[in-house]
């Protein structure tokens, strides 16, 4: 199974959200599967060496939470359906 994540919580600066997507993420991801993670900058937990992950950043040229908004409606979709998955 392919399965996608939004793990632009993981981005800097890293809150919350960010640390518990991490965690989730840490605990599921060895159960198998394939992971794709989306993200629309540099996410600063990279710490998902592990072979069935593959990580796609997309970067634009502008920044704040508008392209944030803009990246999660237009350009991850695009990703998602490039990428076939499943979940």
Request: glycine content about 8%; some cysteine; hydrophobic content about 40%.
């Amino acid at each position: 199974m392919r399965i996608g994540v939004d793990v632009s919580s993981l981005a800097s600066p890293c809150t919350g959200i960010g640390r518990y997507t991490y965690s989730l993420l840490i605990k599921m991801i060895p159960g198998g599967h394939d992971w794709i993670l989306y993200s629309h900058k540099t996410i600063s937990l990279e710490d998902f060496s592990f072979k069935n992950v593959k990580i796609r950043i997309s970067k634009g040229p502008a920044k704040g939470s508008v392209y944030k908004v803009l990246w999660s409606q237009t350009l991850l979709p695009l990703m998602a359906n490039q990428d076939e998955l499943d979940l």
